[in-house]
């Protein structure tokens, strides 16, 4: 039995305004294992009654949508609906889209060229915890992170939140999108070391899953 069969079956809401597009998403989410397309919304205010009346595990969200768009919807399906995770779906990769999505609680953002095998992978991601995002999106947080930023203040030297070097370290590998294992390897250690270096990440910044970890590093700008 693959991998994917074994997984249980995601309940998933989409939403997009173009009718054709939405028609679309849906019939290619019906052909996909794991994955069981519970409803279908026009706009972010529709997307959000839907998550209220179904309560799905994870809703689809395109972003440029009337009434209601999709950083207020998914702000406001993190804030009323905890349980339902959001990945963006959508065109756009620009920074304007895509730092917004995120700090609006999104935990996978996939441009509408993604396979249906990304698709899935994502919103499996997602409920297991991890950040669903495509590797172009990982490779812009990462020339993000890289960006020189404005001349601050002089402060203090040192990692933010009493972060030490190897901790701030495992943190931006983690924004990679890099798996404990990977992380293991990439700073030749074991894994129970880095599981160890990332739960005291999560206790001295407060942070609960990795999704959380992404948009805190690109945020302090580690």
């Given at each position: 039995?693959?991998?994917?069969?074994?997984?249980?079956?995601?309940?998933?809401?989409?939403?997009?305004?173009?009718?054709?597009?939405?028609?679309?998403?849906?019939?290619?989410?019906?052909?996909?294992?794991?994955?069981?397309?519970?409803?279908?919304?026009?706009?972010?205010?529709?997307?959000?009654?839907?998550?209220?009346e179904l309560a799905p595990d994870?809703?689809?969200?395109?972003?440029?949508?009337?009434?209601?768009?999709?950083?207020?919807?998914?702000?406001?399906?993190?804030?009323?609906?905890?349980?339902?995770?959001?990945?963006?779906?959508?065109?756009?990769?620009?920074?304007?889209?895509?730092?917004?999505?995120?700090?609006?609680?999104?935990?996978?953002?996939?441009?509408?060229?993604?396979?249906?095998?990304?698709?899935?992978?994502?919103?499996?991601?997602?409920?297991?915890?991890?950040?669903?995002?495509?590797?172009?999106?990982?490779?812009?947080?990462?020339?993000?992170?890289?960006?020189?930023?404005?001349?601050?203040?002089?402060?203090?030297?040192?990692?933010?939140?009493?972060?030490?070097?190897?901790?701030?370290?495992?943190?931006?590998?983690?924004?990679?999108?890099?798996?404990?294992?990977?992380?293991?390897?990439?700073?030749?250690?074991?894994?129970?070391?880095?599981?160890?270096?990332?739960?005291?990440?999560?206790?001295?910044?407060?942070?609960?899953?990795?999704?959380?970890?992404?948009?805190?590093?690109?945020?302090?700008?580690?």
């Amino acid at each position: 039995m693959t991998e994917e069969a074994e997984r249980e079956t995601a309940r998933v809401v989409v939403a997009d305004d173009q009718t054709v597009v939405r028609e679309g998403i849906v019939m290619l989410l019906g052909l996909l294992p794991g994955i069981e397309v519970v409803g279908a919304a026009g706009d972010g205010q529709e997307a959000v009654q839907l998550v209220a009346e179904l309560a799905p595990d994870v809703v689809l969200m395109d972003l440029r949508m009337p009434r209601c768009d999709g950083v207020e919807a998914t702000a406001r399906i993190r804030a009323e609906h905890p349980a339902t995770q959001v990945v963006v779906l959508t065109t756009y990769a620009d920074d304007d889209s895509l730092f917004p999505a995120l700090t609006a609680g999104a935990r996978g953002y996939l441009t509408k060229d993604a396979t249906g095998d990304e698709i899935v992978r994502a919103v499996h991601d997602v409920l297991s915890g991890d950040a669903g995002l495509s590797p172009s999106i990982q490779r812009r947080l990462l020339e993000r992170l890289s960006e020189p930023g404005p001349p601050r203040p002089a402060e203090p030297a040192g990692p933010p939140d009493g972060l030490t070097a190897r901790e701030t370290e495992v943190l931006v590998l983690i924004a990679e999108g890099l798996s404990n294992p990977e992380i293991a390897r990439r700073l030749h250690v074991s894994t129970a070391t880095v599981k160890t270096h990332i739960n005291n990440i999560f206790t001295k910044t407060g942070l609960k899953d990795r999704a959380q970890a992404v948009r805190y590093a690109f945020g302090k700008g580690s």
